[in-house]
């Protein structure tokens, strides 16, 4: 697989993802609390931070794009029952989060790129495929 290709490959998962919950109101995007989903605002801020963690901070040893990120959206440190009742930032704020993780993943697919970089960006593309579905 080829930098562009993953390229257009975080593009269109991104994209999916802000489909997803692009006619939603404020309080259709945070759901009922159930065990079975997580609040769609935290999906949001999930996926980019999890992209953020693997690829920007794991791969090439960026500090993260919001300061709290790790205490907002890491599913293994956070129980399933607190996503709803933590400080997220607003919807406007996620989305912006969103965008930026995106649009810095695609910059760095332009230049010269590592098997490493490749490999854990679609890694990140199959994780954000897989909360999409």
Known sequence: MNASAI???VRDARERTLDL???LDDSQIM???L????PLLWEMGHVAWFTEKWVLRGALGRGSIIQNADALWD???IAHDARWHLPLPT???TVRYVE???DEVMNVLQG????DLLYRTQYCVFHEDMHTE
């Open 7 to 9: 390229s257009e490959w």
């Open 21 to 23: 919950v692009a006619d």
């Open 31 to 33: 759901g009922p609390q």
């Open 35 to 38: 065990d079975t989903i997580n």
């Open 75 to 77: 599913s293994i440190a």
């Open 91 to 93: 919807r406007k704020q």
């Open 100 to 102: 930026d993780v995106r």
């Open 112 to 115: 010269d790129v590592s098997d």
